[in-house]
């Protein structure tokens, strides 16, 4: 294949470092799994999935890589590809999958959302920019702990594996990477109760300077009393601010709130 050109509006960086590469894999533990693949660009981390998967779905959107992955999956019985779009196309929910991947920087949380909406995607192992992987990543108390961490870590249980230097990457990135694993975890709201939990949470969010009485009175229109008086019930103190709430404060405030 000749050398493939980068494109930024893909958001392409190539991995290359083969120990990364399989440290990667061993930490997804997907042996004898079906893992889908979003972005495998050049097949730098499909080459080392394929030999411990028993499936590999892998999406990429360039097509200027058809001949390069085409080829790979001629090689491999348990690889498909496919050239789709990964936030265009109905995940399959056939059974249970696992997905690897280092997916582009530039639609990370749209990618990160649609798995956690995706009730058979089991597990997720991810390659994201430090910052963000840090921010998904934070407990309570944390400056960078937020309406993501939250959200995240309601359907999921997170935990960080491995920081990633930019310069194994080529062409170098600007930023510093990350990879963390989520694992779909038994969630304890009915969907009526999530998307009021949704509300909450971006409320409670909404400027993080202010406290939760506040930012829930002014984000879903209820008065301060009211605001109150559910807080009070559940022994959570008002003039707190959101980073200051486990996930636990949150689905307890939702459902007094739904009862309402």
């Known amino acids: 294949m000749d050398q493939h050109i980068m494109k930024k509006k893909f958001g392409q960086n190539f991995l290359t470092d083969k120990n990364l590469l399989q440290k990667i894999v061993n930490s997804a533990k997907i042996d004898g799994l079906d893992v889908i693949e979003i972005g495998p660009?050049?097949?730098?981390?499909?080459?080392?999935?394929?030999?411990?998967?028993?499936?590999?779905?892998?999406?990429?959107?360039?097509?200027?890589?058809?001949?390069?992955?085409?080829?790979?999956?001629?090689?491999?019985?348990?690889?498909t590809v496919n050239f789709?779009?990964?936030?265009?196309?109905?995940?399959?929910?056939?059974k249970e999958y696992h997905v690897v991947a280092n997916i582009p920087y530039n639609i990370t949380s749209p990618i990160i959302f649609k798995l956690l909406e995706s009730d058979n995607i089991k597990s997720a192992t991810l390659m994201v920019q430090k910052e963000v992987c840090d921010r998904i990543t934070a407990s309570p108390g944390s400056k960078i702990y937020g309406a993501l961490s939250v959200i995240i870590q309601y359907y999921m249980d997170v935990s960080k594996l491995m920081n990633v230097n930019r310069?194994?990457?080529?062409?170098?990135?600007?930023?510093?990477?990350?990879?963390?694993?989520?694992?779909?975890?038994?969630?304890?709201?009915?969907?009526?109760?999530?998307?009021?939990?949704?509300?909450?949470v971006k409320g409670a969010f909404h400027q993080k300077r202010k406290t939760i009485l506040n930012n829930l009175s002014f984000s879903l229109d209820k008065t301060k009393e009211d605001v109150k008086a559910i807080l009070d019930s559940l022994n959570i103190e008002s003039n707190l601010r959101a980073e200051n709430l486990f996930?636990?404060?949150f689905i307890k405030i939702t459902l007094s709130w739904s009862q309402k």
């Open 41 to 79: 660009g050049q097949g730098a981390l499909t080459n080392y999935l394929v030999l411990q998967a028993k499936t590999v779905t892998a999406y990429e959107v360039d097509n200027d890589l058809k001949d390069f992955l085409y080829n790979l999956a001629s090689k491999h019985d348990n690889l």
């Open 167 to 200: 310069k194994l990457f080529h062409p170098v990135p600007k930023v510093d990477s990350a990879v963390f694993k989520m694992s779909r975890r038994e969630t304890t709201l009915n969907m009526e109760q999530e998307q009021l939990f949704l509300q909450i």
């Open 247 to 249: 996930l636990e404060d």
């Open 84 to 94: 789709m779009d990964i936030l265009e196309v109905d995940l399959p929910n056939d």
